[in-house]
């Protein structure tokens, strides 16, 4: 589960942002002022942390719905000499040995039982030494909520020629380690980066800075002696691959690593702080759902069954596809909220005799003669296409589905509301507290919005849980449950304001510039 967020210099947003989740997240704000930054930011997270390249275009999780145009376009006011920061804070709750490492005399045997939760940190800089210049993924953080100073740290150094390594830093006197550090300082130094390779200067052959060790790690002085490890490097990135082993080079064999027990040690323990915990982070945002503000209607051949099809979250046709190939219980309970929201339609679908399958040998018991198609129900004694009814239907089916399916541990929604009637609208705060808080602890969802009527639904069930007087069959909210931001664009940037709820589900401080007071104007 995502638990926190922390931007700088990504699009409006220039000094550092931090943005606490809840299980329910609530995004407000003018148009423009930086609302779906946010939902981008952490799809250019998962882009990084999968493959390692900070120039990112299109996402996977975003497909063809949208564009994030590169570091260039993603850069605080499209400056490359600014310095991108991302850093996420994550529950782990599996475990960090990812490589199935047999170490039975490791100096950190609780290490695993110690992190329960990480932070992730990325840097990326614009290299202008670099031949073309291009934006890099410059370092790479690890460490624990409560504690700004990394666990561990993976940073690129120098002109990044093939071969050259990445550098690792080891915080052995961090807290989680229990103060072990120093005892294992002594024993891990004597295969250590040696000191001569940690500076900087000027490349002689173009005239640039390089990058020295000295400067990376300037900001950690105080940190006190840390070991320094190269480690070998398959990509130009401070982002490893995750699914594959690291190699701790000594400075006297570069060729062959040397099978110590000290080095063991030392590759194990960068093992779990970073891959570990970076996978975790991984797994979550895989199999993140991002919803689009604008869902495609699916076109009549759509409707068909099709095994393999790969559809796509953001455009709404996983939607679709899911209800399709449901054998289970989610065409009824998707159903059933369509009801709870006066849908006015329920979702049908029909299993046919499939003709091509008729025209083969009916003694091949192994063909499938059926084939299943989706259509909707208005009570109207017929069946019709989603494309025969009003917009709003197929734009809230996908909001729906995403909100039903338990796969996703992280649903990022940009305007559920679009295109439906504000009792509709109420409706769905219910859908999204339930989908939220159902199995607490598993699930972030974040929901960029403009509905003055889906926050009123969440802050009454707040209060009716608080007074015990809650409907039956409605979902129960706590302050706890719901985080409220208020993303506003001021001239140094786009600023996030935290609208905390109390347990009346009220605003415990005035909403910047009164509280969707257009309708009081409109009104009086």
């Known amino acids: 589960m995502l638990s926190a967020l922390e931007l700088e210099n990504f699009k409006g947003i220039a000094d550092r942002q931090r943005i606490d989740f809840a299980p329910l997240t609530l995004l407000f704000g003018a148009n423009s002022a930086g609302k779906s930054t946010i939902?981008?930011?952490?799809?250019?997270?998962?882009?990084?942390?999968?493959?390692?390249?900070?120039?990112?275009?299109?996402?996977?999780l975003s497909g063809a719905v949208l564009e994030l145009g590169g570091f260039k376009r993603l850069v605080h006011r499209h400056e490359t000499n600014r310095t991108i920061v991302v850093r996420a804070e994550f529950a782990t709750p599996g475990g960090l040995d990812c490589l199935g490492r047999e170490l039975p005399d490791f100096p950190f045997p609780d290490l695993d039982d110690d992190i329960e939760a990480a932070w992730l940190e990325i840097v990326i800089q614009y290299r202008q030494d670099?031949?073309?210049?291009?934006?890099?993924?410059?370092?790479?953080?690890?460490?624990?909520?409560?504690?700004?100073?990394?666990?561990?740290a993976l940073d690129l150094v120098g002109a990044m020629r093939t071969g050259d390594p990445l550098y690792a830093r080891v915080n052995l006197r961090h807290p989680v380690l229990r103060g072990r550090g120093d005892e294992v300082y002594h024993a891990w130094r004597d295969i250590s980066v040696p000191e001569p390779l940690w500076h900087g200067g000027i490349d002689p052959a173009s005239g640039n800075h390089v990058i020295g060790l000295d400067d990376v790690y300037a900001l950690d002085s105080d940190l006190g002696p840390m070991p320094l490890f190269a480690i070998s490097r398959s990509r130009e990135s401070a982002v490893p691959p995750l699914g594959e082993p690291l190699r701790v080079i000594t400075a006297d064999d570069l060729d062959e690593p040397d099978r110590s027990a000290t080095?063991?040690?030392?590759?194990?323990?960068?093992?779990?702080?970073?891959?570990?915990?970076?996978?975790?982070?991984?797994?979550t945002l895989r199999d993140a759902a991002y919803v689009g503000p604008l869902r495609t209607v699916p076109p009549r051949g759509f409707l068909y069954e099709r095994a393999g099809r790969l559809t796509s979250w953001a455009d709404g046709l996983a939607a679709w596809d899911l209800l399709l190939s449901d054998r289970g219980t989610l065409v009824k309970s998707t159903n059933e909220w369509l009801t709870r929201l006066g849908a006015g339609c329920r979702v049908v679908v029909q299993q046919l005799v499939d003709g091509d399958a008729l025209a083969q040998e009916f003694s091949d018991e192994s063909v499938d003669r059926t084939v299943r198609r989706l259509l909707l129900d208005t009570g109207?004694?017929?069946?019709?296409?989603?494309?025969?009814?009003?917009?709003?239907?197929?734009?809230?089916?996908?909001?729906?589905?995403?909100?039903?399916?338990?796969?996703?541990?992280?649903?990022l929604v940009e305007q559920p509301e679009i295109h439906v009637h504000p009792a509709l609208q109420v409706g769905l705060g219910d859908l999204l507290i339930e989908a939220a808080?159902?199995?607490?602890?598993?699930?972030?969802s974040v929901v960029e919005t403009h509905s003055e009527h889906l926050l009123l639904?969440?802050?009454?069930r707040i209060r009716e849980t608080t007074e015990g007087t809650l409907p039956e069959g409605s979902p129960p909210a706590t302050p706890a449950d719901v985080m409220v931001l208020f993303i506003e664009r001021t001239a140094g940037g786009t600023i996030m304001r935290r609208m905390p709820l109390n347990d009346r589900g009220e605003l415990v401080k005035a909403w910047p510039g009164g509280f969707f007071e257009e309708?009081?104007?409109?009104?009086f």
């Not at 808080?437 to 972030?444: A, L, Q």
């Not at 639904?457 to 009454?460: A, D, E, G, I, Q």
């Open 263 to 283: 080095q063991a040690q030392v590759r194990a323990f960068i093992e779990m702080t970073v891959l570990g915990t970076a996978s975790q982070l991984l797994a």
């Open 457 to 460: 639904r969440v802050m009454r």
């Open 130 to 152: 670099l031949r073309p210049p291009r934006p890099v993924v410059e370092s790479l953080r690890i460490g624990v909520p409560g504690h700004d100073a990394p666990l561990a």
């Open 437 to 444: 808080t159902r199995g607490v602890g598993r699930r972030t």
């Open 519 to 523: 309708g009081l104007r409109e009104v």
């Open 380 to 411: 109207t004694d017929s069946l019709v296409h989603p494309s025969e009814v009003g917009a709003g239907i197929s734009q809230v089916i996908p909001v729906v589905v995403a909100a039903l399916q338990g796969e996703a541990g992280v649903v």
């Open 39 to 60: 939902l981008q930011a952490l799809l250019y997270l998962h882009e990084v942390v999968e493959r390692g390249d900070a120039d990112v275009d299109r996402t996977e």
